[in-house]
């Protein structure tokens, strides 16, 4: 039965080929496509309407349907963020995860495919399985145009040490000469989804290009009218995609407009790990000062208007500073646990990217 199925795909190719007059080398590009991809088609294939009514049916038991959602795809799709939007204001109806991943299924890409360019008609949109993928745009900070980069026997002045900046940008410039110039500046890894946005504003086109950025990536693909139909069934979960949606758009476009210098996926995950770190230890030295600001300020007040002995105004001055020391103190452990955790990450980072030597 996969023979004939494969078969019929061929076929298919072949009278559209003869009906729209393509040239040889698009045919093949197509034939080789149904090669490949024919295989997993078939084994996909099945009554998903008679599925459906088995889910939305009553007949199957509560804890069956209560059982269901986490074995699906592994147990990786419950905890998709796509079904945790609404975490703390209602649970996910034991539904939703099986009717959508009744309608997902898997695509897989390879380092530097496309998955869509801006302009493009939105048909989809793409949960993450296995991989890394970005959006991508041109950088005017594109390694050819960098000086001194990569430029052979070149010897450089300590002032004319070249940046961290135009390192990151030197060491994605092989790989990225194939892709035209393009470079990351979104990263979506397992848990994450892209391309949702257009399909909430019907009348948008792709606003953005995404790209395979590992060597391989799989996704589970949801088509626009199951995504719609998804959140038309499941209104609050609909209503908080659509609103998330607004937001994650405004977000990438101040990151596409943050792209200044062309780097690897890896740097940029690094970089942005690093950024974010850097962040969370100037918030604690922040809090830290106004800990102290806001004592002396108490003891100073104290000092000038107060009669009583020193040990008193020191007690009332601490007594005034606990509940600010409580909520500091309380941020501060919350740091800490944040900053160990990162430094996991970092860890983690620092096997795929080197750290980058600090900017002179």
């Given amino acids: 039965q996969m023979n004939i199925f494969i078969s019929k795909q061929r076929e298919l190719i072949e009278a559209f080929a003869s009906h729209t007059k393509i040239d040889e080398e698009a045919e093949k590009s197509m034939r080789h496509w149904v090669d490949t991809s024919a295989k997993s088609w078939f084994e996909t294939k099945y009554d998903r309407d008679g599925m459906m009514q088995l889910i939305m049916g009553e007949n199957m038991p509560r804890d069956l349907l209560d059982s269901i959602p986490g074995a699906l795809f ?45 302009q493009d008609y939105p048909f989809s ?22 000086p001194h980069v990569g430029r052979p026997g070149a010897q450089l002045t300590e002032m004319e040490q070249p ?106 995950a690094a970089k942005t790990v690093q950024d974010w770190r850097r962040g969370v230890l100037a918030r604690r030295r922040q809090a830290s000062g106004a800990q102290l600001a806001v004592a002396g300020k108490i003891l100073s007040t104290q000092g000038s208007t107060a009669s009583g002995p020193k040990s008193e105004i020191d007690a009332t001055a601490s007594k005034a500073a606990l509940p600010v020391t409580e909520r500091i103190g309380a941020l501060s452990t919350e740091v800490r646990d944040i900053a160990r955790r990162m430094d996991e990450v970092l860890d983690a980072v620092a096997r795929f990217a080197p750290p980058m030597p600090a900017r002179r």
């Avoid at 606003?207 to 395979?212: E, G, I």
């Avoid at 949801?222 to 139909?229: C, P, T, V």
Wanted: aromatic fraction near 10%; charged fraction near 25%.
């Fill in 163 to 268: 940046s961290e900046d135009q390192l990151a940008a030197q060491s994605c410039s092989t790989n990225q000469s194939r892709h035209m110039g393009m470079y990351p500046y979104m990263l979506f890894s397992f848990g994450a989804f892209f391309g949702e946005s257009e399909l909430v504003k019907e009348t948008m086109p792709r606003r953005a290009t995404a790209r395979c950025e590992s060597d391989a990536g799989e996704v589970l693909t949801l088509q626009k009218a199951d995504f719609k139909w998804l959140s038309d069934q499941f209104p609050q979960f609909g209503s908080k995609w659509a609103d998330m949606s607004m937001r994650r758009e405004k977000h990438r476009t101040l990151k596409e407009a943050g792209l200044t210098v062309g780097r690897s996926y890896k740097h940029l």
């Fill in 125 to 146: 949109m793409f949960l993450v399985v296995k991989g890394t993928f970005a959006f991508v745009a041109r950088a005017p900070g594109h390694p050819s145009s960098t």
């Fill in 74 to 118: 592994a147990g990786r799709l419950t905890n998709h963020r796509l079904l945790r939007i609404c975490d703390g204001v209602c649970s996910t109806p034991p539904r939703l995860p099986m009717l959508l991943a009744l309608a997902l299924h898997r695509t897989h890409f390879v380092e530097g495919e496309l998955i869509y360019k801006a």
